[in-house]
């Protein structure tokens, strides 16, 4: 199967340090690239199978500790801009009902998410989804 071997480490063949790979994320960052986008280019341009074992924490908390992290989480965000995506798609084609139900189910997960985040406090509790 394949699977993330923490057995190993960083791999003896990785030339890169991991203030450089800090130094790189800091820069791509700023680009305005998500968490999981960063990790992509590491993996394919940069030769960094996996960031945790090079640098001993995720690429998220690297973001956090210099203050260059999200507002809210990337998995949040993305819910809520399909389903942005979708009421634009509803504007114009009002009789889409199909739609409609998968505009519901993607609303009832952004809450779901919101709720799961208000508690483990990454969310404000005053945050809140509008639907509009």
Known sequence: SSGINAEYGVPTWQKLTADEV???I???SKK???PSQIGVILRDSHGVNQIKHLTG????RILRA???????????????KKAVAIRKHLEKNRQDKDSKYRLILIESRVHKLARYYKTKSVLPPNWKYESA
């Open 66 to 80: 210099k203050g260059l992290a999200s507002k809210i989480p990337e998995d949040l965000y993305h819910l809520i």
């Open 22 to 24: 800090k130094e790189t």
């Open 57 to 60: 924490t995720k690429i998220l």
């Open 26 to 28: 800091y820069k791509l």
């Open 32 to 34: 305005g690239l998500t």
